[in-house]
């Protein structure tokens, strides 16, 4: 017997070394079985939020008008959140790079994996009305953390951006009804981009883009606002794609 | 006993008989020592490391899975030992992914290899493996001296195997090239 192994084998004898017991791999494996689906599950709603976030607030719309538009978009992206979820992105891929199956692979095929996974996930949420309801819950109780971060939505709006019910046409665009600045009158003109096929009507509600002076929005784009958006101040249940039933609470619009 | 498989002797040590884990050690000895000179480049400590891979090898057998093949399991325990004592020595910072592990590469042909490397060139692999840098040198050694296959070297390091191979051929002909100025050095002198 040569010196390590005697070494060894009488440390082990005089129990100087022991041998860790199966449950504690077990239990590692199950924590990182954990860490990395909680990571997945806040991968998943962080970019759902932005999405959901780029929307309501219809900064998501105006890389759409030109350089004005993309500059918009740029100053109002919500950057921290952005970054939280690149943040979890690469933890994730730092987890997952533990198991064969990843690191096998060249890490640009497990990184472009986890993208399009984590945008899967976030497109199946996008489907549902969760954001919607969560932010419908949080204006109607105190919920720390995520009631700040739904009541930014609307108060970090960008004053350019305009949401509204169209309720006059007028020679050079059309008057619009907005929940949160009043009457004001559109003005379209060359500048404007839009869809040529769309047709303004009275009762249509509208994301408008422009320069505003006073009560008259010179306008740089114009959309349809989307069936889901959250559109205008609180009780608005209908625009939420909510409805309140006969005690008041809160539940899905039938479909 | 000593008739077993390592992965036999590795399960019966897992049920608790740890003289049985005396046999893994006659077996590995020599071949991690002679991996942890070559890759660590010096002659210290060495037999102080070997017996920390051992120590950790026991430490941690019930996470061995014995319908695998216990030589890259004890080979990797015995990288992340040499690695974090060239950390602890050059100071070396940390790095999150290795430039060589993110693209695909085209699937690198093991069985050329053998071939690749002249006889000759072979002869003069132990000086001139001090020039390679770290992560060729590893794979080198891994795959001539230690005989692990592309798969396994991949499992000890955790890259993919299609790295195993390009960096193979990268530290071929890097070595190729020493041995090229190392001739014509001696050349010059006579």
């Not at chain 1, 954990?34 to 998501?60: A, C, D, E, K, N």
């Not at chain 1, 949080?138 to 971060?149: I, M």
């Not at chain 2, 790095?95 to 006889?119: C, G, K, M, N, V």
């Given at each position: 017997m040569n010196n390590i192994q005697k070494n060894i084998l009488d440390k082990i004898k005089t129990g100087e070394v022991d041998m860790k017991p199966r449950w504690h791999f077990v239990l590692k494996s199950v924590l990182l079985v954990f860490s990395v689906v909680t990571v997945i599950l806040v991968g998943i709603y962080l970019l759902s939020f932005i999405l959901f976030t780029l929307r309501q607030s219809g900064v998501?719309?105006?890389?759409?008008?030109g350089l004005r538009g993309i500059s918009v978009f740029v100053m109002n992206s919500p950057w921290l959140l952005i970054f939280s979820t690149v943040v979890s992105l690469v933890a994730l891929q730092l987890l997952v790079r533990t198991y064969s199956f990843s690191y096998r692979q060249p890490l640009v095929y497990s990184m472009i994996g986890i993208i399009i996974f984590v945008l899967l996930g976030s497109y199946a949420i996008g489907q549902t009305q969760m954001h919607q309801q969560f932010q419908t819950f949080t204006q109607e109780r105190k919920v720390p953390v995520f009631g700040a971060l739904y009541k930014r939505i609307e108060e970090n709006r960008p004053e350019n951006i305009i949401f509204g019910t169209i309720t006059e046409l007028t020679a050079d665009g059309f008057i619009l009804q907005s929940p949160r600045k009043g009457t004001l009158e559109i003005i379209i003109s060359k500048e404007t981009r839009q869809k040529r096929s769309v047709v303004y009507d009275i009762g249509k509600k509208v994301v408008v883009f422009g320069d505003r002076d006073e009560d008259v929005v010179f306008a740089l784009g114009v959309r349809v606002a989307p069936a889901?958006?959250?559109?205008?101040?609180?009780?608005d249940w209908e625009s939420r794609g909510l409805l309140k039933d006969n005690q008041g609470l809160v539940t899905s619009p039938p479909r | 006993m000593s008739e077993l498989s390592d992965e036999q002797i590795a399960s019966a040590v897992q049920a608790?008989?740890?003289?049985?884990f005396g046999i893994l050690i006659e077996r590995y000895e020599a071949k991690l020592k002679r991996y942890a000179r070559k890759f660590l480049?010096?002659?210290?400590e060495i037999e102080d490391l070997v017996q920390d891979v051992f120590i950790k090898s026991y430490t941690h057998?019930?996470?061995?899975?014995?319908?695998?093949?216990f030589s890259p399991w004890l080979y990797r325990v015995a990288h992340n030992t040499f690695v974090n004592e060239l950390k602890r020595k050059q100071r070396a910072g940390f790095i999150f992914f290795d430039a060589d592990t993110i693209l695909p590469y085209l699937q690198a042909q093991e069985t050329a290899d053998e071939e690749a490397l002249s006889t000759e060139l072979r002869g003069e692999l132990d000086s001139l493996?001090?020039?390679?840098p770290d992560k060729y040198k590893e794979v080198v050694i891994l795959y001539y001296f230690e005989e692990l296959s592309y798969q396994e070297i991949s499992e000890v390091l955790q890259i993919p195997v299609t790295t195993v191979g390009v960096r193979m051929n990268r530290g071929r002909t890097k070595l190729r090239a020493c041995y090229v100025q190392k001739q014509q050095s001696n050349t010059n002198t006579i």
């Amino acid at each position: 017997m040569n010196n390590i192994q005697k070494n060894i084998l009488d440390k082990i004898k005089t129990g100087e070394v022991d041998m860790k017991p199966r449950w504690h791999f077990v239990l590692k494996s199950v924590l990182l079985v954990f860490s990395v689906v909680t990571v997945i599950l806040v991968g998943i709603y962080l970019l759902s939020f932005i999405l959901f976030t780029l929307r309501q607030s219809g900064v998501g719309f105006v890389p759409l008008y030109g350089l004005r538009g993309i500059s918009v978009f740029v100053m109002n992206s919500p950057w921290l959140l952005i970054f939280s979820t690149v943040v979890s992105l690469v933890a994730l891929q730092l987890l997952v790079r533990t198991y064969s199956f990843s690191y096998r692979q060249p890490l640009v095929y497990s990184m472009i994996g986890i993208i399009i996974f984590v945008l899967l996930g976030s497109y199946a949420i996008g489907q549902t009305q969760m954001h919607q309801q969560f932010q419908t819950f949080t204006q109607e109780r105190k919920v720390p953390v995520f009631g700040a971060l739904y009541k930014r939505i609307e108060e970090n709006r960008p004053e350019n951006i305009i949401f509204g019910t169209i309720t006059e046409l007028t020679a050079d665009g059309f008057i619009l009804q907005s929940p949160r600045k009043g009457t004001l009158e559109i003005i379209i003109s060359k500048e404007t981009r839009q869809k040529r096929s769309v047709v303004y009507d009275i009762g249509k509600k509208v994301v408008v883009f422009g320069d505003r002076d006073e009560d008259v929005v010179f306008a740089l784009g114009v959309r349809v606002a989307p069936a889901d958006l959250v559109f205008s101040e609180r009780g608005d249940w209908e625009s939420r794609g909510l409805l309140k039933d006969n005690q008041g609470l809160v539940t899905s619009p039938p479909r | 006993m000593s008739e077993l498989s390592d992965e036999q002797i590795a399960s019966a040590v897992q049920a608790g008989d740890s003289e049985a884990f005396g046999i893994l050690i006659e077996r590995y000895e020599a071949k991690l020592k002679r991996y942890a000179r070559k890759f660590l480049n010096y002659q210290d400590e060495i037999e102080d490391l070997v017996q920390d891979v051992f120590i950790k090898s026991y430490t941690h057998i019930q996470s061995f899975d014995t319908s695998q093949r216990f030589s890259p399991w004890l080979y990797r325990v015995a990288h992340n030992t040499f690695v974090n004592e060239l950390k602890r020595k050059q100071r070396a910072g940390f790095i999150f992914f290795d430039a060589d592990t993110i693209l695909p590469y085209l699937q690198a042909q093991e069985t050329a290899d053998e071939e690749a490397l002249s006889t000759e060139l072979r002869g003069e692999l132990d000086s001139l493996l001090i020039e390679l840098p770290d992560k060729y040198k590893e794979v080198v050694i891994l795959y001539y001296f230690e005989e692990l296959s592309y798969q396994e070297i991949s499992e000890v390091l955790q890259i993919p195997v299609t790295t195993v191979g390009v960096r193979m051929n990268r530290g071929r002909t890097k070595l190729r090239a020493c041995y090229v100025q190392k001739q014509q050095s001696n050349t010059n002198t006579i």
